[in-house]
């Protein structure tokens, strides 16, 4: 299991601050937007560095993580830290015509802004295992990024069959980016799939989840998605949610509309 540090000395470390008394106003929150106003609300401002971010619920969140890499190449008097970021692909979330139309939408070039989006895709557990234990540190050595994505870490432990093994390379790699994150200050999400057992759960075992300190878990409809922080060192557990886009000339049903308020219900 990950080894528990106090929040605070936890932000002193990452900032390089000296033990003592010291008033909230005088400590920084270094702060990267998500381009997504109910999220930026939930997490009080977006992703914060040195803390390690946990997504987990349906396919839909990773629209969100390609637009916080998007965002993250932005000024910061537009709420981005102007960085690159880097990609371990567990989950194959990159769809170039969705990061073509995030980047249209901010002013920015889509060439530009996949340059700046480096990505490693892995294809079974081992690759992910390697990715994250052995290259993640030249990675970030070559490559000037302070945004890390690590999607469906567990994803393919989980598809090719949970064993003790790779429950022990699952609690490997959360303490390895727990710590890569902390001693770095880079700003990093990870992205899971729900549990079998209880679908408002991460999948991947104790060691995920505890390693994590900020958890999102994510709900998609037909007409919205539904955010819940369920874990954060700093606020309370809290909802909120975002309309989807509507979809011009589709005629719907009303039997859409009562199947809706049904599930806002």
Known sequence: MCSIIHY???????????PGFRTAEEVIRLKLGTGNPALDRLLGGGIEGGLVHLFYGDRGLHDD?????????LPKNKGGIQSSSIIIDSANIIHID?????????????EEVMDRIYISRAFNSSQTYDLVMNQIDKFFDRVPARVLFVTGLPNLFIKEGISGESLQQLTHMATKIMTFTLQRGIFTVISAQPSE????????????????????????????FKYVLAKHPQYPVRRASKAKPPRFGTTLPLSYFDQESKEKD
């Open 8 to 18: 605070d000395k936890m932000r002193k470390i990452n900032q390089g601050l000296r």
């Open 197 to 224: 057992q209880n679908r408002h759960l991460p999948a991947g075992g104790k060691a995920l989840a505890s390693c994590a300190q900020v958890h999102v878990h994510v709900e998609e409809s037909k007409s919205y």
């Open 65 to 73: 993580l390609l637009g916080i890499a998007i965002q993250a190449q």
């Open 98 to 110: 969705q990061l073509t139309d995030i980047s249209y939408e901010l002013d920015l070039e889509p």
